[in-house]
């Protein structure tokens, strides 16, 4: 089955976004604005790849380039700065019958790497997909290597209290009993994305763990995106920042992105808990389908994500490359 892959032209980057608003797989992380943003920040050539069945569109696949002491590597998404999702995104083939959409799909892919094996010769390829990529076969059958990823999601397609009474007993407690008057959860804008950047800044550090990721680029991201939005929620006491986590909305979904780390503040109070709900609160007044907890894969974590009572969803990371690439990559931070 023939499939026309290309770099995108001028008249296929200004369709680009509604492009991604049409797919399973589109997250904000696929719009052009976001794209061009993480090429931006991650020091990488952006390949916007794009396939056509005829006129029609199959499917998009932004490829990031990054030369390192002479050596092409590609990721979708670039590494350090903690996109959660990238990787293909299809387009037109719900209607197609299994075999014919399966032959679709791979004929897209196979163009697609065969774009990047004849014009960039990568020595080592890094793709982590959105969470509506069910089927890794058409990378593995192009030398990636798949593992699976996990993730949690909040159905919020319930009203209020249906929702709370799924959580476990301790989370509606914690909602429950929370004295109102005490703090403020609010949505911000980019004095407090500065804020919650710094805290996780910091906790990362005290753990020994390197965090790359520049405010810029998040201040950036919450400036220039269209179709979705970084919203920035703070828990806030007696006016003093407490905690809080920045969320990425697209679609019928918002989700975790950076922050509910441990505060360091000497309070009696469930930070997380609340911001958490305070975001879920904001998903059902606006009529979303889910909360992407973002990650399921951390056991310690995992315990306080699940007394949300939240559904499992699958994902993929795919690797390229000799065994010496993959251990010079692994030696990166946010790679895998």
Same mark, same amino acid.
């Given at each position: 089955?023939?499939?026309d892959? &290309? +770099?995108?032209?001028?008249?296929?980057?200004e369709?680009?976004?509604?492009y991604?608003?049409?797919?399973?797989?589109?997250?904000?992380w696929h719009e052009?604005?976001?794209?061009?943003?993480?090429?931006?920040?991650a020091d990488?050539?952006?390949?916007?790849?794009?396939?056509?069945k005829?006129?029609?569109?199959?499917?998009?696949?932004?490829?990031?380039?990054i030369?390192? &002491?002479?050596v %092409?590597?590609?990721?979708?998404?670039?590494?350090?700065?903690?996109v959660?999702?990238?990787?293909?995104?299809? +387009? /037109?083939?719900?209607?197609?019958?299994?075999r014919?959409r399966?032959?679709?799909r791979l004929?897209?892919?196979?163009?697609?790497?065969?774009?990047?094996?004849?014009?960039?010769n990568p020595?080592?390829?890094?793709?982590? %997909?959105?969470?509506?990529f069910?089927?890794?076969r058409p990378l593995?059958? /192009?030398?990636?290597d798949?593992?699976?990823?996990? %993730?949690?999601?909040?159905?919020?397609?319930?009203?209020?209290?249906?929702?709370l009474?799924?959580?476990?007993?301790?989370?509606?407690?914690?909602?429950?009993?929370?004295?109102?008057?005490?703090?403020?959860?609010?949505?911000?804008g980019?004095?407090?994305?500065?804020?919650?950047?710094?805290?996780v800044r910091?906790?990362y550090?005290?753990?020994g763990?390197?965090?790359?990721?520049p405010?810029?680029?998040? +201040?950036?991201?919450?400036?220039?995106?269209t179709g979705?939005a970084?919203?920035?929620?703070?828990? &806030?006491?007696d006016?003093?920042?407490?905690?809080g986590i920045?969320?990425?909305?697209?679609?019928?979904? %918002?989700? &975790?992105?950076?922050?509910?780390?441990?505060?360091?503040?000497e309070?009696?109070?469930?930070? /997380?808990d609340?911001?958490?709900?305070?975001?879920?609160?904001?998903?059902?007044?606006?009529? +979303?389908a889910?909360?992407?907890?973002v990650?399921?894969?951390?056991?310690?974590i995992?315990?306080y994500?699940a007394?949300?009572?939240?559904?499992?969803?699958?994902y993929?990371s795919?690797?390229?490359?000799?065994?010496?690439?993959?251990?010079?990559a692994?030696?990166?931070?946010?790679?895998?």
């Amino acid at each position: 089955m023939s499939v026309d892959v &290309r +770099l995108a032209t001028d008249d296929d980057l200004e369709r680009w976004n509604r492009y991604v608003e049409r797919s399973p797989q589109g997250r904000l992380w696929h719009e052009l604005e976001a794209l061009e943003a993480q090429a931006d920040y991650a020091d990488a050539t952006l390949h916007p790849l794009i396939g056509f069945k005829g006129q029609e569109a199959v499917g998009l696949f932004p490829v990031f380039e990054i030369d390192k &002491r002479f050596v %092409t590597t590609v990721f979708s998404p670039p590494p350090h700065l903690r996109v959660p999702y990238l990787g293909p995104a299809f +387009l /037109n083939m719900g209607k197609l019958k299994q075999r014919k959409r399966e032959r679709r799909r791979l004929a897209f892919v196979d163009d697609c790497m065969e774009w990047v094996r004849s014009e960039l010769n990568p020595k080592y390829g890094h793709v982590r %997909t959105a969470t509506g990529f069910t089927d890794a076969r058409p990378l593995e059958w /192009n030398e990636y290597d798949a593992s699976p990823e996990y %993730t949690y999601v909040v159905d919020l397609t319930r009203d209020r209290e249906d929702l709370l009474l799924s959580f476990s007993s301790d989370a509606r407690s914690n909602v429950r009993n929370a004295d109102e008057d005490v703090f403020e959860v609010t949505a911000g804008g980019p004095e407090e994305i500065e804020l919650i950047m710094a805290q996780v800044r910091n906790r990362y550090e005290s753990q020994g763990i390197d965090f790359r990721v520049p405010d810029e680029f998040v +201040l950036d991201l919450h400036e220039r995106v269209t179709g979705g939005a970084i919203r920035p929620y703070t828990l &806030r006491v007696d006016g003093e920042f407490v905690g809080g986590i920045l969320a990425v909305e697209y679609g019928d979904t %918002t989700g &975790r992105w950076l922050g509910g780390v441990r505060t360091d503040a000497e309070l009696d109070l469930p930070t /997380n808990d609340l911001l958490d709900w305070a975001i879920m609160e904001d998903g059902l007044e606006r009529g +979303l389908a889910g909360y992407d907890l973002v990650g399921a894969d951390n056991r310690r974590i995992n315990r306080y994500k699940a007394k949300f009572n939240p559904e499992l969803r699958t994902y993929y990371s795919l690797e390229y490359g000799s065994w010496g690439m993959r251990q010079a990559a692994s030696l990166y931070d946010s790679v895998k």
